[in-house]
């Protein structure tokens, strides 16, 4: 009898649980409730395996442990976009695309095995106590850091907060210890300068909550004119390398900026709800002037909305390599105990009606990357893993992706080829001499100057 009620209720937590994170505060994901006898039988078959497990399997098993397995596994065999998040996973999502988190304020990376700063973020705590780029982080609170995600989740916490981080120094005689206060940290998707008298330069490096409002802020600087402000703004180089995308509702918000009306996107999916289209709106400023785009195998899903949109509406010209491809849209869903469900809902589709999943946008001119020793981007840059690249990725509707068979074949080599470029480096105050040395900008430029020198010859 207590052998029966046992079985009983593992089978009822085991179907119970995998239902309640099919369905679970989902709102328009309520119709997927598993009601077929096919799926209740499959569902049984689930819990049938689940309780052999945990009486027989050589070592005691978590049985919470494996249904989070289970469900990762059912989601991850969908498309590579769509994911169940551990509650860390989902928290860093949040801080993500919410524009700002609590810490002291660096970028760091990994070098050399060591967790190493890029750069101390302008106005921060790090920045105002003396941490140097090239720091290495050795400790935090006097624990060693092993790696960039344990050493980003010591550095994190609470507005107020003391932390002790420990740091190494060339040409210093130890170790340098820092007492500092955490305080909010913004996270800035938006860095601009000016390239030459009357043209500016913007790099939108995501799409988090405060893009746009930040956006306008470095266009009403630029379009201002320069310091002495004798001259407004003639062209402007919008530099979307490397933009692994963000949040879709400021990409539409980024577009309409630049457009006064028609399309700027359409969504399509298997709800009516999941389809949809977005139009531009008027401006209160009327923004005519040239725009060169720059796109490169980094950049994917909102700045290829943004892109495409541009590129469609015959608003900007597009410069650099072939896009990332990611044309599909995710929702992501609150689960109990801090989970996250991140699920693809919809493909999308530029104003023209181009599918961009598993394609691209491709550039109107194309200029390869050219790194500091001169060496052309031909087999590295190109070498940038994409959507087609991705196991189960979806297949754009319009037919099979270009190149598959020879895209499948060169993988390894693609691997091996691959260097980072200079763009994904530009941290804090944008340098001139990076600028000027990065080929695909200046030759922006001089496509942009050239325009307007043509139009002067006209009048």
């Excluded at 995998?18 to 598993?34: D, K, P, Q, R, S």
């Excluded at 009486?55 to 989601?75: F, R, T």
């Excluded at 802020?217 to 320069?226: H, V």
């Excluded at 180089?237 to 539409?252: E, Y």
Aim: hydrophobic share 35%; charged share 30%; no cysteine.
């Amino acid at each position: 009898m207590i052998v029966e009620k046992k079985k009983h209720i593992r089978l009822w937590l085991a179907v119970a649980v995998t239902v309640i994170f099919l369905t679970m505060g989902t709102g328009f994901y309520g119709n997927l409730e598993a009601k077929s006898e096919e799926t209740y039988k499959s569902l049984k078959v689930f819990s049938d395996v689940l309780e052999i497990i945990e009486k027989n399997y050589v070592d005691e098993v978590d049985s919470k442990e494996l249904i989070h397995k289970a469900i990762e596994g059912m989601v991850n065999s969908l498309d590579p976009h769509s994911s169940l998040m551990p509650p860390e996973a989902f928290q860093d999502l949040n801080i993500d695309t919410k524009g700002e988190f609590t810490g002291i304020g660096i970028h760091i990376t990994m070098r050399d095995k060591f967790v190493t700063v890029i750069s101390p973020i302008e106005g921060t705590p790090a920045y105002k106590a003396g941490i140097k780029a090239q720091d290495r982080i050795v400790k935090v609170d006097g624990k060693p850091t092993v790696d960039l995600r344990e050493a980003v989740k010591l550095m994190r916490g609470p507005k107020g907060t003391t932390v002790v981080v420990t740091i190494q120094r060339k040409g210093a005689a130890g170790p340098i210890e820092f007492t500092l206060i955490r305080d909010v940290i913004p996270i800035r998707s938006i860095r601009s300068a000016i390239l030459k008298p009357g043209y500016g330069y913007i790099r939108i490096s995501n799409f988090n909550r405060s893009t746009t409002d930040d956006l306008k802020e470095a266009l009403t600087k630029l379009e201002s004119g320069s310091k002495s402000g004798d001259v407004s703004l003639k062209g402007l180089v919008l530099d979307f390398r490397n933009n692994g995308g963000g949040l879709l509702d400021q990409a539409i918000k980024v577009s309409n900026l630049f457009l006064e009306d028609g399309i700027i996107l359409s969504i399509k999916g298997r709800t009516e709800r999941n389809t949809r289209e977005f139009s531009a709106n008027p401006n209160t400023v009327k923004r005519t002037y040239p725009i060169v785009a720059l796109i490169n195998g980094g950049s994917a899903s909102a700045s290829e909305i943004v892109v495409g949109a541009l590129q469609d509406h015959k608003r900007a010209l597009v410069l650099g390599t072939t896009s990332f491809g990611k044309g599909s849209v995710q929702t992501v869903e609150t689960l109990r105990d801090g989970y996250g469900l991140k699920l693809t809902i919809a493909r999308y589709y530029t104003p023209s009606g181009r599918e961009i999943q598993a394609k691209g946008i491709e550039p109107d001119v194309v200029v390869r990357y050219k790194f500091a020793d001169g060496s052309d981007s031909e087999d590295t840059e190109e070498g940038f893993y994409k959507e087609k690249d991705l196991k189960n990725h979806l297949e754009p509707k319009s037919g099979d992706t270009k190149d598959k068979k020879s895209n499948s074949n060169n993988k390894k080599g693609k691997k091996k080829g691959h260097r980072k470029h200079e763009a994904e480096n530009m941290v804090g105050p944008l340098e001139a001499k990076h600028l000027k040395s990065d080929n695909q900008i200046m030759r922006a430029l001089e496509l942009l100057v050239g325009y307007d020198l043509f139009k002067s010859f006209k009048t």
